[in-house]
């Protein structure tokens, strides 16, 4: 059981590159999420998922898209990669929000240069 | 979701209890409170959660207020490896997203 798996864990783009982060679960859930989190900062919340083939907007949407094509995938996309989006990227899946807790993975340290 | 405010930051000597505070005076009556932590950089852990009840788990103790605005996160008994970011969030029920604050940077000293 690997619980929630990021890959890549490290990548470096030059800006205006794009890039796939994917998110696998294999517990079922329901929920997913992405997150990114800047040095010192907390966690803010970019997109999520409470399903198969929806998504929904979070804190920080803007510069990302993302995909939920299979219930254990999330994809967060990168169109055109900006240095602004240097940051570590975190994915977490639930079964749902309330009631229940939610597992991270070990995250995405994604650098643009 | 109903907003949260925690201390920046807490000390608390190896052994002894450590109490983080959270305040959440807008939260609504079908709201759970939960508590996650993070250590170093690593992903987030979920530690406890309750609704109006206290609750306790192997890790820690969660103390609600009778009015719901405010709680208390207890580790009985601070170990070195409880350094860490302790986050307080209440999602909101309709919402389905979870968002996570600043939170608590606990630092447990020998």
């Known amino acids: 059981n690997a619980g929630v798996t990021q890959t890549p864990k490290f990548r470096v783009l030059k800006t205006g590159q794009s890039m796939t982060l994917l998110c696998a679960q294999d517990?079922?859930?329901?929920?997913m999420y992405w997150y990114r989190q800047d040095p010192g900062m907390g966690l803010r919340l970019i997109h999520y998922?409470?399903?198969?083939?929806?998504?929904a907007k979070g804190e920080v949407p803007d510069g990302y898209n993302v995909s939920r094509l299979k219930k254990q995938n999330f994809l967060l996309g990168l169109e055109s990669a900006a240095p602004s989006q240097t940051s570590v990227y975190f994915c977490?899946?639930?079964?749902?929000?309330?009631?229940?807790?939610?597992?991270f993975g070990q995250g995405t340290r994604l650098t643009v240069v | 979701d109903a907003k949260t405010t925690q201390p920046t930051s807490m000390d608390c000597a190896e052994g002894r209890a450590a109490n983080l505070p959270c305040n959440h005076s807008?939260?609504?009556?079908?709201?759970?409170v939960y508590w996650y932590r993070q250590i170093h950089s690593q992903g987030p852990q979920y530690i406890i959660h309750?609704?109006?009840n206290n609750e306790t788990n192997e890790m820690a103790s969660l103390i609600i207020t009778e009015d719901r605005k405010s709680s208390t996160l207890i580790l009985p008994h601070a170990t070195l490896r409880d350094t860490a970011v302790y986050y307080c969030?209440?999602?909101?029920?309709?919402?389905?997203?979870?968002?996570f604050g600043a939170g608590t940077r606990l630092t447990v000293k020998p």
């Open positions: 969030i209440v999602p909101n029920y309709n919402n389905n997203d979870m968002r």
């Open positions: 517990m079922n859930h329901e929920y």
């Open positions: 807008t939260i609504s009556g079908n709201e759970y």
């Open positions: 977490a899946s639930s079964t749902r929000t309330v009631y229940t807790e939610a597992f």
């Open positions: 998922s409470v399903g198969e083939g929806t998504t």
């Open positions: 309750g609704l109006k």
